[in-house]
């Protein structure tokens, strides 16, 4: 059998270790030349491919391919695109196919979270429908950890160690000044409906009364009373109190503390900052001073203290998505298997993408405390060994020397196309 092309692109937000799944895919598919011949990637996810923007990842040299590893951000581009049904906008489907045939491609690799299992799995029933064979593998990849069947999220180890970092420095700084400045400091972190990154904070709390006292899940109905009966409590006994608190936090009625009212690409709610609505709420009904901080983008660029277990679950899920495409399994997602806790083992194994696609793990009771301000026993468990070491990139000047691909672009082929 002829050797074809591979397609491969990066989907929804970033993290610090889904380009070291794009080297895991570049570099397990150049060990098959029988089976690939060159590995083209998406400038911008699937837009990429609807747009004919392609990039010849032969073109970059072997020790870029390699830094890959250890740079942050999509180094291809991501996008926030979700392909409609093939009965809703049939030229969407047409496009790619077109473009595939085009290109030689038979490949295709979609790295990303729960909506971009989606597009992997609608490509891979596109191939039925339309009479064009796609061997289709999703790679995983959120920094919310919320993908099923899977032991954890590539991207979401690294983010998991920015956050406890963070608040353990933070909670010591704000114990440093509390007895004449700041009593409470606020931390919001990422997490719409999961609250996998909160609750890594609270590894950060040990022995030494460090760390976060309070966490909100969006797993828990927020309680305001509770919450400032706790914040009050926290500060008698303590002197200060830290609080990290996921964006996702709501009401028992099911609204956000931070419902803008607007909605995202994706159809979901556009929220507004809850670190600052939290912090009102406790100067206005406890007069304490406060600061608050928004994680943001930053969680999920911090490459520079990136976990190592994370790096080498991200690159052996891209390398694995390859394996599996030329053995011709096809509609799937590579997963991570626990296999021990400590030491922490694991192994490789795979899911169907039409089981993954479009559901969110969240959090387990038992993962929270009964009054549901922190996590347990069982939650430090399952989080500590994702956070465990590290890989720093290499410095220039004192700043990481993250490589910034040349992306060759393959001449087109194909008219414009118009959505």
Same mark, same amino acid.
């Given at each position: ?18 380009? %070291? ?34 990039? &010849? !990842? ?5 020790? =870029? ?34 473009? +595939? ?7 295709? +690799? ?7 299992? &989606? ?39 690294? /983010? ?13 700084? /704000? ?30 709390? =040990? ?18 009373? %509770? $919450? ?27 609204? $956000? ?24 709420? *406790? ?12 994680? &943001? ?34 509609? /799937? ?7 021990? &806790?400590?030491?922490?083992?694991? !192994? ?38 994702? *956070? ?32």
């Amino acid at each position: 059998m002829p050797a074809y092309n591979a397609f491969y692109a990066q989907s929804g937000g970033v993290t610090p270790v889904i380009n %070291a799944s794009a080297a895991g895919v570049i570099q397990t598919a150049a060990k098959h030349p029988e089976k690939i011949n060159k590995v083209y990637a998406g400038q911008d996810g699937i837009l990429g491919a609807l747009y004919e923007e392609l990039i &010849d !990842t032969s073109m970059e040299s072997d020790e =870029d391919i390699e830094a890959l590893k250890r740079t942050p951000s999509g180094a291809f581009g991501s996008c926030r695109y979700k392909l409609k049904s093939l009965e809703e906008h049939r030229a969407q489907y047409e496009r790619l196919i077109d473009v +595939f045939k085009a290109h030689d491609i038979r490949y295709f +690799f979609y790295n990303g979270g729960g909506d971009s299992q &989606d597009t992997s799995h609608k490509v891979s029933q596109l191939s039925e429908q339309m009479g064009y064979p796609i061997t289709c593998v999703g790679v995983p990849k959120t920094i919310d950890n919320d993908l099923p069947f899977t032991d954890c999220s590539p991207g979401f180890g690294s /983010v998991a160690k920015y956050v406890a970092i963070s608040i353990l420095e933070a909670s010591m700084d /704000v114990a440093s000044m509390s007895s004449t400045s700041t009593k409470v400091f606020v931390m919001e972190v990422m997490g719409r409906h999961a609250g996998w990154i909160a609750a890594a904070a609270g590894l950060a709390a =040990d022995e030494r009364n460090l760390g976060p006292d309070v966490i909100l899940f969006p797993e828990v109905d927020f309680n305001r009373e %509770a $919450f400032l009966e706790k914040v009050r409590h926290t500060v008698d006994n303590k002197g200060q109190c830290s609080i990290v608190v996921s964006e996702g936090a709501k009401y028992s009625n099911g609204k $956000f503390l931070a419902d803008s009212g607007l909605k995202d690409a994706f159809g979901h709610a556009q929220l507004g900052g809850v670190a600052p609505v939290v912090t009102q709420m *406790i100067k206005d009904e406890l007069n304490l001073k406060c600061h608050w901080a928004v994680c &943001d983008y930053l969680q999920r660029a911090a490459r520079h203290i990136g976990s190592k277990t994370d790096m080498e679950q991200a690159y052996a899920l891209g390398a694995a998505a390859v394996e599996l495409a030329i053995s011709g399994t096809n509609a /799937v997602m590579p997963t991570i298997v626990r296999t021990n &806790d400590a030491p922490y083992e694991w !192994t490789i194994g795979h899911a169907p993408l039409a089981d993954i696609a479009n559901v969110e793990e969240k959090m387990p009771d038992n993962y929270i405390s009964d009054d549901g301000f922190f996590i347990t026993q069982e939650c430090r468990t399952y989080l500590a060994p994702l *956070i465990n070491g590290e890989d720093y990139p290499s410095y220039s000047n004192g700043l990481p020397d993250y490589v910034v691909l040349r992306k060759h672009r393959v001449d087109k082929k194909l008219a414009p196309f118009k959505d």
